[in-house]
């Protein structure tokens, strides 16, 4: 099938190569110059494990071509994708503007029937607005080509984006037309072959789905750091309470780690998002709001421990002068090189404004720190994990890398200047910790 994807970021990017992969064709378009000539080049602009190779193949074999022409896109694709950000806006709802710039993109340069489809996240309601735009756009052309808005939102997770798209737990397709559902269908068959995963619903169900599913995941995440923190006061070890929990199978496994919270390009702004629809339709979401609040503390818990190990007062400018912290971990997450949202960053400036300087190491996120934060004094980024320890008070982990697992323990005692760690991720076992020699910090324990 012929298919014009608007937006080469994670989701778009992934997607386009995954449909390409199984013998689609796939045109991407974007109004980013540089990522565009970069794509063309074989350069892939961001870290997802797969995605290099995918690119490069199905660009090779013409199945898989990039333009910021966006006539030239819109013409291509019997069914257009929308796959552009969603950013918050001031009051925390999804700033729809990208969303809607690419949907009158799409009537300025239609000239056939199209199916439209709303794989960025979007708040219930947002198909309407497409299909106005989209409407409105044609009447100035005096065109009346027809067209169908489906909401088919995406559940990859970054880190495994590929494998995620290649083998989905469920397409979600939201739409109230058969023909367009038909089309979505005969798309979707190549991942649809093991088991039936296909769910066809009401597009403001599939809207609402997304936001459930990522609002759910974070509040099991706060839920856990709440248990942690209850944890710490009353001397249990939360590690041992969560395999003691995990073990309903009401409950599982999984997505159940305490941690220095949750980052990322969706979890935050998601739970916001919902929050912000919730309060526009006469609702105060308690929950969402609770998830977010114990979020946003969590994320300053390393500079707590911090400030708490040292005696000194937490957002006293100087208070941390003269020391140099090594950070483990940059990215919001492992197997990405996304910071957006990173507690990291929250510590990093935290650390800063207190007169400390951050010496880090992050296996894919170090380019992306540079482009975030430039060159700056208290700033170096270090090649190697072992390097960043060099000459450092403490070791921080931020990120659970799985090379951060199973480290030297006497290589971090000898290039640190106190054996001394505040782990962020709880990567290393506590009641070994004291015999190697460690004053060990960690959540919940
Ligand atoms: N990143 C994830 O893990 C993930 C997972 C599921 C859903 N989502 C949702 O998918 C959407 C996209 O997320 P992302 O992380 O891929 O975003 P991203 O910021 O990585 O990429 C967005 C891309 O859209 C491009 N763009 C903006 N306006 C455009 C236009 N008018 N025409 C063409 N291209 C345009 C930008 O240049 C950028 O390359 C968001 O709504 C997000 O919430 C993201």
Redesign the pocket.
């Known amino acids: 099938m012929k298919v014009t994807v ?9 997607q386009a190569a995954v449909l390409a992969d199984a013998g689609h064709n796939v045109c991407c ?4 110059p540089t ?1 565009i000539e970069k794509l063309r080049d074989g350069i892939i ?2 870290y997802e494990p797969g995605l290099a190779e995918l690119v490069k193949h199905n660009y090779h074999d013409s199945r898989l071509t990039f333009t ?1 022409d ?1 006539k030239k ?1 819109v013409e291509h694709g019997d069914i257009q994708f929308i ?5 918050p806006d001031e009051d925390g709802a ?1 700033d729809l503007q ?2 809607l ?2 949907a009158k ?1 799409i009537a300025e340069h239609m000239n056939a029937k199209t199916v439209v489809v709303n ?4 708040p219930v309601g947002t198909a309407d607005k497409v299909q106005l735009a989209i409407t409105n756009g044609l009447q100035q052309r005096n065109k009346n080509f027809e067209f169908t808005v489906v909401s088919n ?6 880190g495994s ?1 590929v494998a995620d798209c290649k083998r989905p737990d469920r397409i979600i397709i939201g739409t109230n037309s058969k023909q367009a559902e038909e089309q979505m269908r005969e798309l979707y068959a190549p991942f649809n072959r093991n088991h039936e995963k296909i769910i066809v619903m009401d597009i403001k169900s599939a809207e609402l789905t ?1 936001y459930a599913a ?1 609002c759910m995941l974070a509040t099991k995440i706060s839920f856990m750091n709440e248990m942690a923190n209850i944890a710490e006061r009353v001397g249990a070890d939360i590690e041992q309470v969560r395999h003691g929990i995990g073990s309903d199978p009401r409950i599982g496994y999984q997505f159940i780690y305490p941690g220095c919270g949750y980052g ?3 979890f935050p ?2 739970v916001q998002a919902l929050v912000q629809t919730a309060e526009n339709n006469g609702y105060s979401s308690e929950i969402l709001k609770a998830v977010e609040a114990v979020n946003y503390r969590q994320k300053n818990k390393l500079y707590e421990y911090i400030c708490q190990h040292y005696g000194v007062e937490q957002n006293l400018p100087g208070s941390l002068a003269g020391k140099t912290f090594a950070l483990w971990g940059l990215a919001f997450k492992p197997n ?1 090189d ?1 910071m ?1 949202e990173a507690p990291s960053r929250v510590l990093m400036e935290a650390l800063w404004a207190a007169g400390a300087k951050v010496q880090a190491y992050d296996p894919e996120a170090m380019e992306e720190t540079q482009r975030i934060y430039g060159s700056r004094d208290d700033l170096v980024l270090m090649g190697t994990k072992e390097t960043a320890l060099k000459g450092a008070d403490a070791l921080v982990v931020c990120t659970e890398w799985q090379s951060f697992k199973a480290p030297d323990f006497e290589v971090i005692k000898s290039e640190l200047k106190s054996a001394l760690i505040f782990d962020g991720r709880n990567l290393f076992d506590a009641a070994r910790m004291k015999p190697k020699g460690f004053v060990y910090r960690s959540v919940g324990r």
């Not at 794989?119 to 979007?122: G, P, R």
């Open positions: 608007f937006g080469t970021g994670y989701v778009g990017l992934v378009v974007d109004i980013d990522k602009p961001i910021t966006a896109g796959a552009v950000g969603t950013p999804a990208y969303v710039t690419v993109t794989k960025s996240t979007v939102p995406e559940f990859l997770k970054e984006a997304k990522n990322g390009s969706c702004k998601d990405t996304d957006r």
